[in-house]
């Protein structure tokens, strides 16, 4: 199979069979995890940045490389401690020798790739958290007098454990707000567990996955995304929900920012494109609410005492 064209992107009912390939390519090393998947993809393709919640052991790292790879993109991993400088992350200058003379020469960190895990995020200290969030945002890092471009596409998926809180350093909320979505990574079925076990106690399969996109064509895709018809109605379903949040003072104290509208439509148009359809569908609204809203609402303490979640809270909204 080959990568949309200029011309095959035109059609994007066609792309329907691009995107379930992909999917199907990466679930060669990840069992189940479908809707974990086709959200890190949604992000992707709305350029922007994924922050995701998941126990330890759930094959996180697995996931975003396999993605990277059927993309075709560089992958970079980045494992947050509290030693962990902001030039570990961005890069520094190094003296070198040349022609009898020392010079200072720019040594690119592992920001400088195209899919950055950023492992345990939380464990780095604000000072380092900073600098990648000034990398996601503005897709360049600065580092003394001098600015850097990061390579295209760039995406960060950032990672934090819910339990095990001691030495952390926690996101503020106006920092999770530059992420699209927070997604949930939950535990597999125990049937799901079954295949995991077969698949890694045996002999390892040493083959790479098939590159069916690449860079290029992520480029194209992410500005035909942005082309996704979305009627009016639709449109003021979106806003109606973030405006919601703001006004439902019994289950949510502060609500979520006009970033969480334009999340909303973005994500439901990728969804959309995903799946082949030229229009944005109230359903597509609705299954983007979650990840786009669960991590830009704090909950009112009666909504807490109750015992409800951000989700429990957004489905409450959708109703």
Partial sequence: MTAPSADAVKNIDKLKATFTNVKAEIAKKIIGQEDVIEQILIAILTDSNALLESYPGLG?????????????????????????????????????????KKIFKFQRGPIFANVI??????????????????????????????????DKPFFVLATQNPIDQEGTYPLPEAQTDRF?????????SADQEVQIVDQYTKVLDEKGLKQLLSGESILLLQKLTRQVPIANDIKRRAVDI??????????????????????????????????????????????????????????????????????????????
């Fill in 180 to 188: 699209l979505l927070k997604i949930m990574v939950d535990y597999p």
């Fill in 60 to 100: 996180k790292t697995t996931m975003i490389k396999s993605a990277a790879e059927v993309m075709n993109l560089k992958f970079s991993r980045i494992q947050g401690t509290p030693d962990l400088m902001p030039s570990d992350v961005t890069g520094t200058y190094v003296i070198e020798e040349k022609d009898g």
């Fill in 242 to 319: 973030v405006h919601k949040t703001r006004n439902t003072p019994d289950l949510i104290e502060y609500g979520a920012s006009p970033r969480a509208s334009l999340g909303l439509v973005l994500a439901a148009k990728a969804r959309a494109l995903m799946d082949g359809r030229k229009f944005v569908s109230a359903k597509d609204i609705e299954e983007v609410a979650f990840p786009v809203l669960r991590h830009r609402i704090i909950l009112s303490f009666k909504a807490e005492r109750a015992g409800k979640s951000p989700d429990d809270v957004v489905r409450e909204i959708l109703k």
């Fill in 117 to 150: 895990l950023f492992d345990e995020v939380n464990r780095a200290t604000p000072k380092t958290q900073a600098a990648m969030l000034e990398a996601m945002q503005e897709k360049q890092v600065t580092v003394g007098n001098q600015t850097f471009e990061l």
